[in-house]
């Protein structure tokens, strides 16, 4: 069988970190006799350049008839200001909602050495594991109505959620959970939000058909402040579109890096996989950029939308075995030692596979 994978390399460092997780992929594949066959398409400022449109029809086509998307970032500055019709983020909203990725899937977990990167003490960094659970085609991004009038002073963005579209993304935090520690913490803001109470009480009516998860309900605010005080006592964050994707930044900080959170976006068709981090127009074109968000991306790809764990667990051993080697790209190197780049980095990689 041939894997399909559409490829949407985007913006900023977005080409370089595809590059580098479509080179292991493939290379993960071949020694499992697996063929890909990878298309490229647009989305973002890259779309926006090329076709003035940040998601042309042709890339949601190609999406849907691949196994998986594979997208590297979204974001460039020389859309500041614009409509939103002319953002490069509007095209990866449009598109998780073309797929019907409702289930935003991004473990974070502290590996030996790199934590120190980050502002933890080891000693709290090594318990960290953690995944969250973040809805991502409803709430605030998308909820309607909303409004900018600059000139007038006046802005509106609006909250909604159905019992639905909350039991479906409760059901799979429940359903890891149970694969896991056992610990659903659900976040919230139901002391001054009323879709939040809904959130509380769909969420806790999910729990009772999971009797061997504990669930827990906490303010957004103080599940932050927890994440950075006891980070080893999470287990499943389930969040709403907006706290999901401030918690998964503030998570890839405690790790040591954004650079290196990947995700899953899952919904009924193809999934679309991507690294947590953004375009970063400052690094892009340097070879500098932290490929593993992107590399492990390509390894859920493959065990959550192709269904192919061998693949998956020999890219996650070789970038184990990378690090252990004592690798850095500069986003993790110790003050005085030298980074590789990123393209050396997927090499090693490749090297370690099998
Ligand atoms: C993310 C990003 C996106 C989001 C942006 C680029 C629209 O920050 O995937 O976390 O806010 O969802
Ligand atoms: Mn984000």
Redesign the pocket.
Known sequence: MALRIAALPGDGIGPEVTRAALGVLGAACASEGISVEVGEHLVGGAALRAKGTPLPDETVAACLAAHAALLGA??DPAFDGEPRERKP?TG??RLRKALGVFANVRPAKAAPGLAAAGPLKPELAAGLDLVVYRELTGGL?FGEPRSLDLEGGRAVNTLPYSREEVERIAELAFRAAEGRRGLVTSVDKANVLETSVLWRRVVTDVASRHPSVTLEHQYVDSCAMALVLTPGRFDVLLTENLFG?IL?DLAGALVGSLGLLASASLGAGPGLF?P?H?SAPTLAGKDVANPIGAILSAAMLLRDGCGLPRPAEAIESAVERVLADGLRTADLASPGTTPVSCSAFAQAVEAALG
């Open positions: 979204v974001g983020e990866l909203l991004y994707d998964s991507e947590v953004g």
